[in-house]
């Protein structure tokens, strides 16, 4: 039981594991607990507990990074097809078991969530940054509000209503989100 | 300990004695039971029983009694101040004690919560609709996607950044909707 000092990838390697193994609980709709993690990754009990203060840590790191994977900006060179599929995405992921997880841990829990937000909005900006250069809209210096009006529906029927949006809610949105960012003459 | 029948109004009078009760408990945060509400409001344990399967459809019931009380529909005669003014008091709200109550209870334990919402919903177009009689924006026959397009960073903010919305946030969210409903001439 006399614990040895591993090689510098070893921590990586962990990491690594515990994740996968989280991601994988998180996919099957299985409960995720430090003991089921630790059998199913193979990584020590121990390194769990000195790595991570509570299972909620790592449900929302394996959430992060499969978020991001799960979630590719497109780029097809007009802003409303973008928009359109990175919501039907975004609403797909929502409602996986993974995103569900990520949503349903307790805002108590995530000290750091609102930096996680900021650094998601700031990505899912780009869309709109590639549009304002082809001239398809207004340019802006302030996008994070234009993100917020485009992905908060999404969020607000999967957790407040109950119900995902329909695909024709999501064109309609995205309709509705082009014309606010329209460049038009303004009468001043 | 024998039952008595009761005069009509009774019933009623039980119904809002409890959910006044279940109201005064939310507001100063403290936990509502069945045998809680009973002790506060004086009616029979097996009359709730009776009435209500759980204490989640009473809380829901005196959530909803309060939004509709709390949330007055302004009418300024211009819909950038009405709609500035109706999401000033969603957002404070949504973060009383009241409206994360009703927001905390699982979706699952809430059937109807659609009908619900599509109640609400309907309400505050009210607002978009005197604005296309006015003619400051475009008629519409569908204003559920306008309006949940207008309420829902509220909600994602609260519920899943974990912030609430600063005046100026939404400020700047009410020139985006109202820029989306404009009357302009489409090119066809």
């Known amino acids: 039981m006399a614990t040895v000092k591993r ?14 193994a989280a991601r994988a609980l998180l996919e099957q709709g299985r409960e995720v607990t430090l003991q089921v993690l630790a059998a199913e990754s193979g990584v020590h009990l121990s390194t769990l507990y000195r790595n991570w203060s ?3 840590d ?11 994977s799960n979630l590719p900006l497109p780029d097809t060179g007009r802003l409303s097809t ?21 949503l349903s841990i307790p805002l108590s829990a995530t000290a750091n969530r609102a930096d996680y937000w900021a650094g998601r909005l700031r990505r899912a900006a780009i869309l709109f940054e590639r549009a304002a250069r ?9 996008w994070s509000s234009v993100v917020v009006a485009a992905i908060s529906p ?12 329909t695909n024709q809610q999501i ?3 995205v309709d509705l989100i082009i014309v606010a960012c329209r460049p ?4 001043s």
Chains 1, 2 share one sequence.
């Open 82 to 102: 973008d928009l359109t599929r990175f919501l039907l995405k975004l609403r797909d992921y929502v409602r996986s078991p993974l995103g569900r997880a990520l």
């Open 58 to 68: 790592i449900i929302r790191e394996a959430a992060l990074a499969a978020s991001d």
């Open 7 to 20: 090689p510098g990838g070893r921590t990586a390697r962990n990491r690594d594991a515990v994740l996968a």
């Open 154 to 165: 999404i969020y607000f029927h999967e957790m407040v209503v109950g119900t995902s949006m």
């Open 184 to 187: 038009v003459a303004r009468d």
């Open 54 to 56: 509570a299972e909620e």
């Open 134 to 142: 082809r001239g398809e809209i207004r340019d802006n210096t302030e």
């Open 171 to 173: 064109r309609r949105h």
